[in-house]
């Protein structure tokens, strides 16, 4: 069993940063890629970004690209999103997940492993 528990959400105004982590408890975290979704009310879970476990690929949504950054300390068993230029439209509840496999999806339902998610809330 794999527990992921986010933490680094919060209220920003429009074009502030945050910095989301995910850190996870289990010995073979470098063995699994990595994502981050979000969700709002009424929605389902929309893909954010993933790293695979090597840290070797990244994979951005449309919406956040040239703006968020995912990336991993396996050392640490830690998955960071950093978050810039944040926008109203990033108001969402986020969620860390975990694969089984070692490379990229965007699917959620390839996610084996979820966090009980961060708020991020943006201001305008």
């Known amino acids: 069993q794999v527990q992921l528990v986010e933490s680094g959400g919060g209220l920003v105004q429009a074009g502030d940063s945050l910095r989301l982590s995910c850190a996870a408890s289990?010995?073979?975290?470098?063995?699994?890629?990595m994502g981050w979704f979000r969700r709002t009310p009424g929605k389902e879970r929309d893909f954010v970004a993933a790293?695979?476990?090597?840290?070797?690929?990244?994979y951005y949504a449309d919406s956040v690209k040239g703006r968020f950054t995912i990336s991993r300390d396996n050392a640490k068993n830690t998955v960071y999103l950093q978050m810039n230029n944040l926008q109203p439209d990033d108001t969402a509840v986020y969620y860390c997940a975990a694969r089984v496999f070692q490379n990229i999806n965007v699917a959620p339902t390839e996610y084996a492993y979820w966090g009980q998610g961060t708020q991020v809330t943006v201001s305008s």
């Open positions: 790293i695979s476990s090597s840290a070797g690929n990244t």
């Open positions: 289990t010995r073979t975290f470098s063995n699994k890629a």
